[in-house]
Nanobody, 123 residues
Framework: QVQLVESGGGLVQAGGSLRLSCAAS????????MGWYRQAPGKERELVAA???????NYADSVKGRFTISRDNAKNTLYLQMNNLQYEDAAVYHC?????????????????WGQGTTVTVSS
């Protein structure tokens, strides 16, 4: 089993920045690509960004140029640097991991999920 624990969420003004972290533990040898998803109230969970173990990335169009996904494989930690946050970025952000090697955007490919961390953006 793999456990994923997110941190770093909070309240930020529009235009501000936050950095999310996701610590993986347990059978981390089972995971390869990782990603960040978000879910706003009343909306579907959507991919924000994904990254392979080698560092190849995949971003949602809505966050390109503002968000950066990265990982430290030695520390089993995934990051999401979020800059120029907008009201529509407010959501619960979930970390996810898959044994697959691609930075997939298909939600069903991700087997392991964290509980999420809340990002609130004020105007």
């Amino acid at each position: 089993q793999v456990q994923l624990v997110e941190s770093g969420g909070g309240l930020v003004q529009a235009g501000g920045s936050l950095r999310l972290s996701c610590a993986a533990s347990g059978d981390t040898i089972c995971i390869s690509a990782m990603g960040w998803y978000r879910q706003a109230p009343g909306k579907e969970r959507e991919l924000v960004a994904a990254i392979t173990s080698g560092g190849s990335t995949n971003y949602a169009d809505s966050v390109k140029g503002r968000f950066t996904i990265s990982r430290d494989n030695a520390k089993n930690t995934l990051y999401l640097q979020m800059n120029n946050l907008q009201y529509e970025d407010a959501a619960v952000y979930h970390c996810a991991a898959t044994p697959g090697g691609f930075a997939t955007s298909r939600r069903s490919d991700y087997i392991y999920w964290g509980q999420g961390t809340t990002v609130t953006v004020s105007s």
